[in-house]
């Protein structure tokens, strides 16, 4: 079994910074793509970040140039630096990965969300 557990979530004012992890634990063989999602009240859940195993990032438009995705292969942990955070940030974050595991089977993981509140 695999498994994405977030950390990093909580209340910030407007403007402030946080920074999300996630680790993905239990039968592993490669991670090939990491990312980042969130789901705001209402709302569709939505791309936030996205890296691939080379390094490749890209980012949704309302977030470039304020997030940054991030990972450490070693540790199979992966990152979101969050600065000049905006109340219309605030939503659950999950993390998200495409994992080959030992049964050399790929497929999609969900951590279980983080929730990110950004207040005015």
């Known amino acids: 079994q695999v498994q994405l557990v977030e950390s990093g979530g909580g209340l910030v004012q407007a403007g402030g910074s946080l920074r999300l992890s996630c680790a993905a634990s239990g039968s592993i063989f490669s991670i090939n793509a990491m990312g980042w999602y969130r789901q705001a009240p209402g709302k569709q859940r939505e791309l936030v970040a996205h890296i691939t195993s080379g390094g490749r990032t890209n980012y949704a438009d309302s977030v470039k140039g304020r997030f940054t995705i991030s990972r450490d292969s070693a540790k199979n942990m992966w990152y979101l630096q969050m600065n000049s955070l905006k109340p219309e940030d605030t939503a659950v974050y999950y993390c998200?990965?495409?994992?080959?595991?030992?049964?050399?089977?790929?497929?999609?993981?969900w951590g279980k969300g983080t929730l990110v509140t950004v207040s005015s």
């Open positions: 998200n990965a495409d994992i080959t595991a030992r049964t050399y089977i790929a497929m999609a993981y």
